[in-house]
């Protein structure tokens, strides 16, 4: 809806006097490190409001339907299986690389036909190019002038007509 000049400076005036009338107090944000109880727990948090990422699910089965069943796939940063267990239904072949112990464990019990690799993507070397690589919630451990080098490093291990699908962001919860 477009507003005229004069109802546009009505709002700004309105939303300035609600504005002085409500402080807005911001709670400092607590960092962790990624292999800490700590993170663990604030993580789970996060992806147990996140839903089912339905639409999240149905888009990855869409481009990982394009690739043939024999294919080689890669799930940069798996955590506990999520979406590594996506591409065990489309792939013979995946491996899952995963830094946190912890979470390889749930990993090993959600995706037993998953290759397993303790690493991150710029330590670890794939026993094979794939042709399918998933990049998910990787980048929240990662500065952002890294991210172009870090997907550089990813798509190092893609064959010739391979593709890297990166979700640095859901825009289902805002993260």
């Not at 309105?14 to 409500?22: D, E, I, T």
């Not at 807005?24 to 990624?34: C, G, I, L």
């Not at 147990?48 to 999240?56: I, S």
Request: charged fraction near 20%; hydrophobic fraction near 40%.
């Amino acid at each position: 809806m477009k507003l005229g000049r004069g109802k546009q400076e009505l709002l700004k005036v309105h939303f300035c006097a609600l504005s002085r009338k409500q402080e807005w107090t911001v709670r400092p944000v607590k960092r962790f490190h990624w292999d800490s109880a700590e993170y663990a727990e604030a993580f789970a948090t996060l992806v147990r409001c996140a839903g089912e990422r339905v639409y999240e699910r149905q888009i990855l089965g869409e481009l990982f339907a394009a690739y043939p069943a024999e294919s080689h796939a890669v799930d940069w940063g798996a955590g506990g299986g999520d979406l590594t267990s996506l591409l065990v239904e489309h792939f013979q072949h995946v491996y899952a690389v995963e830094p946190h112990p912890g979470m390889r464990a749930v990993l090993a019990t959600r995706c037993p036909r998953a290759q397993l690799l303790d690493g991150t993507i710029m330590s670890t070397v794939l026993p094979t190019k794939v042709e399918v690589g998933l990049i998910s919630h990787v980048f929240y451990h990662v500065p952002d002038h890294k991210w172009g080098a870090y997907t550089m490093r990813a798509a190092h291990h893609l064959t010739e007509n391979g593709g890297t699908d990166c979700h640095p962001q859901n825009r289902g919860y805002g993260v």
